[in-house]
């Protein structure tokens, strides 16, 4: 690379200039920050004002850019400088709208900005401008993995954007589960009634796309690669195998139904009780008749019972609800109804769940004389012919029974989410970190495994991770369809359980991310949720001690291990986000754009006041994902919070090395703060497995700070979400009193 050449632009802007000194930070720039090019402009945002930048950065060298303003976080696309390495010194909403106004808090408002500058550009200096991943690769086929309603969807939308799909489906025939119903749920107008799938005319589309390409009775043998380089080994029925390439996968995998074999307390097991897949068989066979029994019995009386098997908080059964299940059995009442009005229908519910539109089909059920009845079923006992139902009036309080010729059981959705890698991995193993990356030889666990889906060649495991209730992970509210294997997609009830217009919308999503992920391979560039970050980490394998800690801990299978235990970096696996860099013990694992140095750098590089000045400096360590936005939120909504804090963001929490911590107690911090995102299998942070890490490293602290002979309340973690806006001013406030309880850092006069 050329010459450095390193550059800082005050803003004047958004009453930066009215109320701080922006002399005396040009000064600090100058003298300390040793800056080549100063300036200041009144609006830096404007197109004046970016124009100027740009003129430096092609007329006078300008390598590195220092801007003070707003956060890191506004105003992206105006500072958009791909060429330059660039930090931001946020003085707007991390000091401006924080401090309380007035000439009482001048000063350390003051203090506040100078450190600021002082640390943007200690960061400045420690960065490179990243080169990009030099192992990109630019396949954009996009495999799809299963053919019903969610594959086919996903198959079809790809192609339809202009991408080739390799669909692979393990029936003889496409349709899963779709095409073992007689209608479903009503997903446009009218409301009223059951309708057609519409399955047979999006198999002809698929087969007909010229983008696609369908293997039937097909499975997948073995899955490699990674991002724009995956190659797949499809094997046939017959014993055959092909291999080919594909850029990223969707899996869309389905479910299977809960055993009713399970249920011996509702009659699983009795002829006169099926679930709500075999109703829909003898609907088929019905097709619009009359419904008789599988044993040619005519049905007079049916019941349906909601939550069979589900929402259980004993951990016998299901513990989530699948969704689908309340306007499926409204649906079903009505073919009763429909084929013969005379047939008492009759619902069992504890909650009727009816999204959407629900409402208009619920009331129109009922106009046809389907009764629902809100009551806790607690058996059902063959009776005759049929069965008796005896459940609890949950609106009359009483104990009722019924009899019916057909019991219904709502089961639920199983996802076919393949082997879980927590069964996979040796117990010492999974001791060893919190991670469920376990890094052992596997052994065989005593309950048989489900076959594989994927057959990933993952040191990680063969299958995407699972969730606690054995779910693909995929968080349904923070980070649909994202999962811990980059490149590759969960869709459909795999992913959680939904009813079949949610699986065809969760599919179009799927797909989406697909195709950007193949784009930014392609670039060689990162995917969710740095996309489009050209850094990628680098290894000074000289320093590496084989501790195989970053290989443990990645989230996402992105390292694996040389013939010599070396770690090898998968670029295009990587999401970035420096869980590596905070785990390895030596410090040799580091991004152009992000490392050891450009934190610490900033840690060391304060004007540290002495331990007589009662001005503490309390130390943030912000998740840039929800943390540092929700200290954003709280300086727009103009919530003052303590002015000791001075706030770094980190891409994840994962990416804390503890030297930071440790350099920041040594070198007078009186406090450090961490805030992250909430972990466990509900969690929100952004690279899986983040905050949980570093929750787990932080959990050791407390050794160095007795040998430091520090308390153990100068180190703190928070979980926070983005939306706390409000409490991260509060625990920033609430943090700085219990510094000015305890006291300053002794560590100050040795500084």
């Known amino acids: 690379m050329a010459d450095k050449k390193f550059a800082a632009y005050l803003c004047a802007g958004c009453g930066l200039g009215e109320v701080l000194d922006l002399g005396t930070m040009e000064k600090v720039v100058k003298r300390e920050g040793k800056m080549q090019v100063i300036k200041r402009h009144d609006v830096l945002c404007s197109a004046d004002g970016v124009q100027a930048i740009r003129d430096d950065i092609a007329n006078e060298g300008v390598t590195h850019v220092l801007i003070a303003g707003c956060s890191r ?35 350390v408002r003051q203090e506040m900005a100078d450190d600021y500058i002082r640390m943007g550009c200690a960061e400045l200096k420690k960065m490179a401008v990243p080169t990009g991943n030099p192992n990109c690769a630019s396949n954009k086929r996009i495999l799809v993995v299963g053919g019903g309603m969610s594959g086919l969807t996903a198959a079809i939308e790809a192609a339809e954007t202009g991408y080739e799909v390799l669909l692979v489906e393990k029936e003889p025939q496409l349709g899963g589960w779709a095409a073992k119903l007689y209608k479903r749920v009503p997903f446009r107008e009218p409301y009223a009634e059951p309708q057609d799938t519409g399955l047979a005319e999006l198999i002809a589309r698929v087969e007909a796309h ?194 019916a010729d057909l019991v219904v059981l709502a089961t639920g959705q199983v996802p076919n ?12 193993a999974a001791e060893q970190t919190p991670t469920d990356e376990a890094s052992a030889t596997p052994v065989e666990p005593a309950a048989a495994l489900p076959p594989s889906i994927l057959n990933l060649t993952y040191r990680q495991g063969p299958d995407l991770p699972q969730l606690k209730a054995g779910l693909t992970d995929s968080h349904f509210i923070c980070f649909p369809y994202e999962t811990r294997r980059t490149g590759i997609y969960a869709a459909g009830p795999v992913r959680r359980p939904m009813d079949m217009l949610q699986a065809t919308d969760d599919a179009t999503g799927a797909a989406l991310k697909a195709i950007q992920a193949v784009e930014n391979a392609a670039l060689g560039r990162a995917a969710h949720p740095r996309s489009g970050d050209l850094s990628y980490p680098i290894v000074r394998l000289e320093g590496c001690t084989q501790c195989k800690r970053c290989t443990v801990e990645c989230p996402f299978g992105a390292i694996d291990e040389d013939e010599r235990r070396f770690p090898v970096f998968n670029e295009s696996r990587c999401r970035r986000c420096g869980t590596c860099m905070g785990a390895c013990p030596v410090r040799v694992i580091a991004f152009e754009n992000y490392s050891v140095d450009t934190v610490g750098s900033q840690i060391k590089s304060l004007d540290m006041p002495d ?141």
């Not at 989410?417 to 010492?428: F, H, K, M, Q, W």
Request: hydrophobic letters at 40%.
């Open 417 to 428: 989410s393949g082997v879980n890698i927590d069964l996979l991995a040796e117990p010492a």
């Open 73 to 107: 976080r506004a105003k992206t696309e105006a500072f958009d400088f791909p060429e330059t390495a660039m930090a931001r010194a946020n003085l707007r909403e991390g000091v401006l709208w924080v401090v309380a106004p007035g000439t009482d808090h001048d000063e």
């Open 210 to 403: 010229p983008k696609v390409r369908v293997h039937l009775a097909s499975t997948l043998a073995e899955t490699a690669g990674a991002p724009g380089r995956f190659a797949v080994k499809i094997a046939t029925e017959s014993g055959a195998v092909t291999q080919e390439m594909v850029g990223a996968i969707v899996q869309a995998s389905g479910f299977s139904t809960y055993d009713l074999a399970k249920l011996p307390e509702l009659g699983g097991g009795l002829p006169s009780v099926v679930d709500q897949a075999g109703l829909e068989q003898l609907a088929k066979a019905a097709n619009g008749g009359v419904i008789q029994r599988a044993d040619g019995q005519a049905v007079s009386s049916v019941v349906f019972v909601q939550c069979a098997g589900q929402r259980d908080a004993s951990g016998t059964h299901l513990p989530y609800c699948s969704g689908h299940c309340c306007a499926t059995s409204v649906k079903q009442a009505m073919y009763f109804k429909d084929a013969n009005p005379d047939v008492d229908t009759v619902v069992l519910y504890t909650d009727l769940r009816m999204p959407g539109m629900g409402e208009d089909f619920y009331r129109s059920a009922q106009s046809k004389g389907v009764i629902f009845t809100k009551g806790q079923v607690s058996t059902v006992k063959a009776a005759g012919t049929g069965c008796s139902v005896n459940f609890r009036d949950l609106i009359l309080n009483e104990e009722v029974t019924l009899g």
């Open 611 to 751: 331990e007589f000045s009662e001005r503490p400096r309390i130390l943030l360590l912000a998740c840039e994902n929800d943390a540092y936005p929700a200290l954003d939120m709280a300086g727009v909504s103009r919530i003052c919070y303590s002015a000791f804090v001075r706030a770094i963001p980190v891409r994840c929490l994962g990416s804390v090395n503890t030297i930071w911590i440790t350099d920041a107690l040594n070198s007078g911090w009186d406090g450090v703060m961490l805030m992250g995102c909430k972990r466990g299998d509900d969690y929100q942070c952004h690279f899986v497995k983040g905050s949980e890490l570093a929750h787990y490293r932080l959990s050791k602290i407390d050794d160095t700070l007795t040998q430091l002979s520090l308390e153990t309340e100068r180190v703190a973690s928070f979980e926070v979400a983005i939306t706390d806006s409000r409490r991260v001013a509060a625990l920033i406030n609430d943090y700085a009193e219990t510094i000015k309880r305890i006291g300053m850092s002794p560590l100050k006069g040795f500084n």
